[in-house]
């Protein structure tokens, strides 16, 4: 369409609804209030717009942080978005959406481009790649649903399209709007009309009543909850359904804090030979295991050490039904559980062994001169935590040690344990401040992760958030150093004085603390001041690792080396 069409389709458009004014009025029904970012100048028409409405945009330091900031707020409160300029700031967030894509966060990524009428005679604007469709062709392999809204005919229809994917299957999605695309007016008459479905409810019912019998005819009968309980909002179907039936549950790792962890019949995370062993045992020896919204990968079945017995499992996620060897096609989760509900089955009562009842620990005794252990910090963050409490942890001992943390609520445990990108965290954070700015969110970061996104607590100062952010200062790549025999260079990286920070990025307090009375100071005083941000630079005991991450490296070392 030339501009003199787009001018013709501007003057009979009986709505009145610019092409960029349609798409901030749909991210708001989606219930996104806040949209992260950088501008520059193929977005900035966008951006002021996107100023002027009710969403509020918050500047960041790089884009990667931005898009990590937009997961979290989407994990936390439903959707997320963010923004950004083409191919530079783009392509920059690329990273952020593979994670989010893979780890099921839905992001919607808003872009700028070159308008289209600058675009004929294919001239070298500046950040073009290698076409006018590089960025998009990227994102299209990284998202859900992608769409460039270049036709104003179709532009509203593509809106829709997109975030209706976002929405349904909790992944991220790309919009462009070419920059002169941003004020026009598209001539149709547009109304939202909702996806039809595709389920197939014959298949429901007899995978209902496939599972009822199985439910009913088991002795030991389990629930493993995954990361899709929470992306899909099903806590409380999952909760109804083994209350009703007194069903123990566990968790994977990526799914931790899906189920609030000091329910009654919540008995711990199931992470195969790398778990626990009492668990791991429990889950082990069931004879009817219902694995709802969980994936399969690597990390969360302890690499692969996990033995579920295909023959005992339901497995049902919202792509796929599997009863044993039977597969359903296109039956909803949530369907599917309130289906397994309103059956009441009549389901044995497996007993709980008083191990596995988990408690809300008490403060350990402080060991004065002790150096630190990443244990004894968890331990000691675990007497804190309560049900307004977030914790975000990041790639690394942070997560191994964090596993270890009783989470008091639903949903209040961040990380990216299955895409594992270091970094996530201290940006997640302002994502996860901005979307509940009333809870208490605590980070838990290696030194190399903090090195690489760090910066983003400057836009946590400048938006007045309080988080309180502990580094775990290993001087290097520890988790690395765990996977391969020898001493190599590249695991060291340069020590930095992680506490002095809140000065150069003005404002927030830091604290070094090399023993445990250093750490426990440091985390009262950081707890008991809810008007800043705060920064524990904690230095851990030479070669000292949580066991977690003892066992894993134990595993996952034969991979490495091939052996
Ligand atoms: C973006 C990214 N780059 C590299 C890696 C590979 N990697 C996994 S763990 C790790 C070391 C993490 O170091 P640190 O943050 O200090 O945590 P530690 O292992 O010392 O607890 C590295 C480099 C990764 N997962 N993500
Ligand atoms: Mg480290």
Same mark, same amino acid.
């Given at each position: 369409?030339?501009?003199?069409?787009?001018?013709?389709?501007?003057?009979?458009?009986?709505?009145?609804?610019?092409?960029?004014?349609?798409?901030?009025?749909?991210?708001?029904?989606?219930?996104?209030?806040?949209?992260?970012?950088?501008?520059?100048?193929?977005?900035?028409?966008?951006?002021?717009?996107?100023?002027?409405?009710?969403?509020?945009?918050?500047?960041?330091?790089?884009? =990667?942080?931005?898009?990590?900031?937009?997961?979290?707020? !989407?994990?936390?409160?439903?959707?997320?978005?963010?923004?950004?300029?083409?191919?530079?700031?783009? $392509?920059?967030?690329?990273?952020?959406?593979?994670? !989010?894509?893979?780890?099921?966060?839905?992001?919607?990524?808003?872009?700028?481009?070159?308008?289209?009428?600058?675009?004929?005679?294919?001239?070298? $604007?500046?950040?073009?790649?290698?076409?006018?469709?590089?960025?998009?062709?990227?994102?299209?392999?990284?998202?859900?649903?992608?769409?460039?809204?270049?036709?104003?005919?179709?532009?509203?229809?593509?809106?829709?399209?997109?975030?209706?994917?976002?929405?349904?299957?909790?992944?991220?999605?790309?919009? =462009?709007?070419?920059?002169?695309?941003?004020?026009?007016?598209?001539?149709?008459?547009?109304?939202?009309?909702?996806?039809?479905?595709?389920?197939?409810?014959?298949?429901?019912?007899?995978? *209902?009543?496939?599972?009822?019998?199985?439910?009913?005819?088991?002795?030991?009968?389990?629930?493993?909850?995954? +990361?899709?309980?929470?992306?899909?909002?099903?806590?409380?179907?999952?909760?109804?359904?083994?209350?009703?039936?007194?069903?123990?549950?566990?968790?994977?790792?990526?799914?931790?804090?899906?189920?609030?962890?000091?329910?009654?019949?919540?008995?711990?995370?199931?992470?195969? !030979?790398?778990?626990?062993?009492? *668990?791991?045992?429990?889950?082990?020896?069931?004879?009817?295991?219902?694995?709802?919204?969980?994936?399969?990968?690597?990390?969360?079945?302890?690499?692969?050490?996990?033995?579920?017995? +295909?023959?005992?499992?339901?497995?049902?996620?919202?792509?796929? $039904?599997?009863?044993?060897?039977?597969?359903?096609?296109?039956?909803?989760?949530?369907?599917?559980?309130?289906?397994?509900?309103?059956?009441?089955?009549?389901?044995?009562?497996?007993?709980?062994?008083?191990?596995?009842?988990?408690?809300?620990?008490?403060?350990?005794?402080?060991?004065?001169?002790?150096?630190?252990?990443?244990?004894?910090?968890?331990?000691?963050?675990?007497?804190?935590?309560?049900?307004?409490?977030?914790?975000?942890?990041?790639?690394?001992?942070?997560?191994?040690?964090?596993?270890?943390?009783?989470?008091?609520?639903?949903?209040?445990?961040?990380?990216?344990?299955?895409?594992?990108?270091?970094?996530?965290?201290?940006?997640?954070?302002?994502?996860?401040?901005?979307?509940?700015?009333?809870?208490?969110?605590?980070?838990?970061?290696?030194?190399?992760?903090?090195?690489?996104? #760090?910066?983003?607590?400057?836009?946590?100062?400048?938006? #007045?958030?309080?988080?309180?952010?502990?580094?775990?200062?290993?001087?290097?790549?520890?988790?690395?150093?765990?996977?391969?025999?020898?001493?190599?260079?590249?695991?060291?990286?340069?020590?930095?004085?992680?506490?002095?920070?809140?000065?150069?990025?003005?404002?927030?307090?830091?604290?070094?603390?090399?023993?445990?009375?250093?750490?426990?100071?440091?985390?009262?005083?950081?707890?008991?001041?809810?008007?800043?941000?705060?920064?524990?630079? !904690?230095?851990?005991?030479?070669?000292?690792?949580?066991?977690?991450?003892?066992?894993?490296?134990?595993?996952?070392?034969?991979?490495?080396?091939?052996?």
């Amino acid at each position: 369409m030339n501009s003199s069409q787009r001018n013709a389709a501007q003057r009979s458009n009986p709505s009145e609804v610019s092409i960029a004014g349609y798409l901030i009025r749909r991210l708001q029904d989606y219930g996104i209030a806040d949209c992260f970012g950088i501008p520059g100048d193929y977005v900035l028409a966008f951006y002021s717009l996107l100023e002027e409405s009710p969403i509020n945009v918050i500047g960041c330091t790089r884009e =990667d942080c931005a898009g990590f900031a937009a997961d979290a707020y !989407a994990r936390v409160h439903g959707m997320g978005a963010v923004c950004v300029t083409y191919c530079v700031g783009g $392509l920059s967030v690329c990273n952020s959406i593979a994670g !989010a894509y893979a780890e099921k966060s839905p992001v919607v990524m808003l872009t700028g481009s070159p308008g289209l009428n600058e675009r004929v005679n294919n001239p070298l $604007l500046h950040h073009k790649v290698r076409d006018f469709r590089t960025q998009l062709d990227v994102f299209d392999k990284l998202c859900i649903a992608s769409t460039e809204l270049n036709d104003p005919l179709t532009a509203f229809s593509e809106i829709d399209r997109v975030l209706d994917a976002c929405h349904r299957f909790k992944r991220p999605v790309y919009i =462009d709007i070419p920059r002169d695309m941003v004020h026009v007016v598209p001539a149709v008459s547009h109304s939202y009309r909702r996806p039809v479905s595709n389920d197939d409810q014959l298949a429901l019912e007899e995978a *209902v009543r496939e599972s009822i019998d199985r439910l009913t005819k088991a002795e030991r009968p389990l629930i493993i909850a995954g +990361v899709e309980i929470h992306r899909f909002g099903l806590q409380e179907l999952v909760l109804q359904l083994a209350e009703q039936a007194s069903i123990p549950m566990a968790a994977t790792i990526l799914g931790k804090s899906v189920i609030r962890e000091t329910h009654p019949l919540f008995i711990g995370l199931y992470e195969g !030979a790398i778990g626990k062993a009492e *668990v791991t045992e429990y889950v082990e020896s069931s004879d009817c295991i219902l694995l709802l919204g969980t994936f399969m990968t690597d990390i969360n079945l302890g690499i692969y050490t996990a033995k579920l017995d +295909v023959k005992n499992c339901i497995y049902a996620t919202s792509e796929q $039904l599997q009863i044993s060897y039977h597969h359903f096609p296109r039956v909803p989760l949530d369907q599917f559980l309130q289906k397994l509900i309103d059956a009441k089955p009549n389901v044995t009562r497996r007993p709980i062994p008083t191990d596995l009842h988990i408690k809300a620990p008490l403060a350990p005794d402080i060991e004065a001169e002790a150096p630190l252990r990443v244990s004894r910090i968890i331990a000691h963050l675990n007497a804190k935590l309560d049900s307004d409490t977030i914790v975000i942890a990041d790639i690394g001992d942070s997560l191994f040690a964090a596993t270890e943390l009783v989470i008091h609520d639903s949903t209040d445990f961040l990380s990216p344990a299955y895409y594992t990108s270091m970094g996530f965290s201290v940006p997640a954070s302002l994502g996860a401040c901005t979307a509940r700015p009333n809870d208490r969110v605590v980070v838990i970061c290696g030194d190399g992760a903090f090195q690489m996104t #760090g910066q983003e607590m400057s836009t946590l100062i400048a938006q #007045g958030h309080s988080p309180i952010l502990i580094v775990l200062d290993n001087h290097g790549y520890g988790t690395e150093r765990m996977l391969q025999q020898g001493n190599w260079n590249y695991n060291e990286i340069h020590a930095w004085n992680f506490h002095l920070l809140p000065l150069i990025y003005n404002g927030g307090r830091g604290y070094l603390a090399t023993n445990e009375i250093e750490f426990c100071d440091a985390l009262d005083e950081a707890w008991n001041d809810r008007t800043q941000l705060h920064l524990i630079h !904690a230095k851990i005991a030479e070669g000292d690792a949580s066991q977690t991450l003892l066992r894993l490296a134990e595993r996952l070392g034969k991979r490495v080396d091939n052996t």
